[in-house]
């Protein structure tokens, strides 16, 4: 069992950037790939990054690319997304998400989910 805990979020202007942690309780953290995920009002939820367990395979929505990046900390027990250059379009509840080692790009792999984080970019 995993249990992930997401903060970070905010309201931030239009270029500006925040940086979102999620922070995981439970055995073998280092064992799981993590991605991060957003749902917009009135929206599906879609995938914006994913990182492998061992961090050596990164992968991000065309969207976010060059903006964003996912890293991770495994002696914390913690997954980062740095958001840079932020558009109004990136406001949504962000999610962080963990499944067992291979990271995926599709929602419905992920075994455990955080309660979200509220992303608001003004312009």
């Known amino acids: 069992q995993v249990q992930l805990v997401e903060s970070g979020g905010g309201l931030v202007q239009a270029g500006g950037s925040l940086r979102l942690s999620c922070a995981a309780s439970g055995r073998s953290f280092s064992m799981y790939a993590m991605g991060w995920f957003r749902q917009a009002a009135g929206k599906e939820r879609e995938f914006v990054a994913a990182i492998s367990w061992s961090a050596g395979s990164a992968y991000y929505a065309d969207s976010v690319k060059g903006r964003f990046t996912i890293s991770r900390d495994n002696a914390k027990n913690t997954v980062y997304l740095q958001m840079n250059s932020l558009k109004p379009e990136d406001t949504a509840v962000y999610y962080c998400?963990?499944?067992?080692?291979?990271?995926?790009?599709?929602?419905?792999?992920?075994?455990?989910w955080g309660q979200g984080t509220q992303v608001t970019v003004s312009s």
């Open positions: 998400a963990a499944r067992p080692v291979r990271a995926t790009m599709l929602a419905m792999e992920y075994n455990y």
